[in-house]
């Protein structure tokens, strides 16, 4: 076996795994060191090495060239990363994940796992009403469980003094995705209040939106099942095509508008006594300091109630189609002045009619962040209304049909050039898995899970209208068996009774001579049987 086939395997064996800042990696010795590889406490050792899970290892980060689009360097602690904070971290082999390899990877389960099983998110619409109560109660689990595992950074690494003197703070589970996202798509501060550059995002406007939103969607799966111990939990998604307004605006499901206040959330949702995160920017860069995490009022949202001439109407079936005939992934800038891109058309830079980059308006993905008018209308505050998972869930599925339909080899992702961030070999801000984008840029299928509409007939049959039935019954499976019984019982009583009063009117009838010469039910005393026809 050749040398560079010997280096093949071993990458492909060995996967970067650690979650964004553990705990455990948040002390002043640790920043110092720069070695993130904590203790597995199923073995006692590093990174599970007894076990075989993992060992710790340098990060080795893409050197190949970004695009012009943020001309600074040596500015911002996402740059090259996860470099300003870790160098070292652990790397989990096989089918393992997480900071110290005692987890497992997407669409992986069991205690070693070993045990591969796919997973179906379903329309939010085809969940049973126990099942749409659930997935809000989880939510609001979420919101309010502080993370056991997970802190967020408050500060940059200068401010922190190299990391001697460390800024963390504590966050719910639910507010850790909020965090991220804001993270992600903040601007680079560059010193003095207010200087900052905007024209930054490590998740938007080029290559890396589709993957990093798959990662993070996987993610937040993946914290919900370990927080409820619900490993069949799955995102539903929200088919918005053709829809004239918000649909799951109610209060059964993300909460009505507030009869009181058109901005608000109604009092009967759950979704009202939420507090929003980070969704104060320009406060923010004028302080020069990062989202601490802080509540700073309620969840905002006013849907279809937004400027018009920017989104004239939610996307159409026509329009996705349209999307979907794209045959390139990347074009020309690989940013939003892209023509002809996939990726630009559907993140919603670009006419799905034409292919051709717009400015004044927002389609496709970005038309139903500013159709909501509130929270979700701030790129680094939008996750704040749990609406964004069940969009971004949808826009993931369209990426998934649009990986099936074309099969872009993996070379059809930019591997250089493009936005900083979004090259193929470099790792997702602020992740601390160290998920590399290219890695991201296939199915589904390779990752545990699919969506009930792109199913066959059957299977789709079976996920979308038997098996909510099914769970139902199940539910109330004990009232319909009782039910059942004493349906079963009232009835053997009442025929007993019948046949009982019967048998005594025909006695009284031979006894008489006065019976019908051509009763209306024949029976044959000689056969000494009765016929199908009875009495009853």
Known sequence: ???????????????????????????????????????WPGDGSVCGSLSGRGFCQDVTVSDLPNGPQFPHSDVDDRERWPLVFYNQTCQCAGNYMGFD??????????????????????????????EQQRFISYLNLAKTTISPDYM???????????????????????DLFVWMHYYVSRD????????????????????AFLPWHRVYLLFWEHEIRKLTGDFNFTIPYWDWRDAQDCQ?????????????????????SVFSSWKVICSQPEDYNLREVLCDGSPEGPLLRNPGNHDRNRVPRLPTSADVESVLSLTQYETGPMDRRANMSFRNALEGFASPETG???????????????????????????ANDPIFLLHHAFIDSIFEQWLRRHQPPRTHYPTANAPIGHNDGHYMVPFIPLYRNGDYFLSTKA?????????????????????????????????????????????????????????RGTKRRKASGYGERQPLLNSSEEEGSASYQTTL
């Not at 680079?188 to 290559?207: K, Q, T, Y």
């Not at 799951?248 to 009967?268: F, K």
């Not at 389609?363 to 680094?380: A, C, I, T």
């Not at 979308?464 to 053997?492: D, M």
Request: overall charge neutral; aromatic content about 12%.
């Open 1 to 39: 076996m050749s040398f560079a086939l010997l280096v093949f395997v071993f990458i492909q064996f060995f996967s970067q795994s650690l979650q964004q800042f553990p705990r455990l990696c948040t002390t002043p010795d640790v920043l110092q060191s720069k070695r993130c590889c904590p203790v």
């Open 101 to 130: 390899c005692g987890e497992c990877k997407f669409g992986y389960f069991g205690g070693n796992c070993g045990e591969r099983r796919e997973s179906v998110r379903r329309n939010i619409f085809q969940l049973s009403m126990s």
């Open 152 to 174: 967020i950074v408050t500060g940059t690494y200068a401010q922190m003094n190299n990391g001697s003197t460390p800024m963390f703070a504590n966050i719910s589970v639910y």
């Open 188 to 207: 680079a501060l560059l010193g003095g209040p207010g200087n900052v550059w905007a024209d930054i995002d490590f998740a938007h406007e080029s290559a």
């Open 248 to 268: 799951v605006c109610t209060d059964e499901l993300m909460g009505a508008r507030s009869p009181l206040n058109p901005n608000l959330i109604s009092p009967s």
């Open 356 to 382: 051709l980059a717009v400015t004044g308006q927002s389609l496709m993905h970005n038309s139903l962040h500013v159709f909501m008018n509130g929270s979700m209308s701030s790129v680094q505050g939008s």
């Open 447 to 503: 990752l545990g899970y699919e969506y009930s509409y792109l199913l066959d007939p059957s299977q789709r049959f079976v996920q979308e209208f038997l098996t909510p039935y099914l769970q139902q019954a199940q539910q109330i499976w004990g009232w319909l068996l009782a039910a059942g019984i004493l349906g079963a019982v009232v009835a053997g009583i009442s025929a007993t009774i019948i046949a009982v009063a019967c048998r």
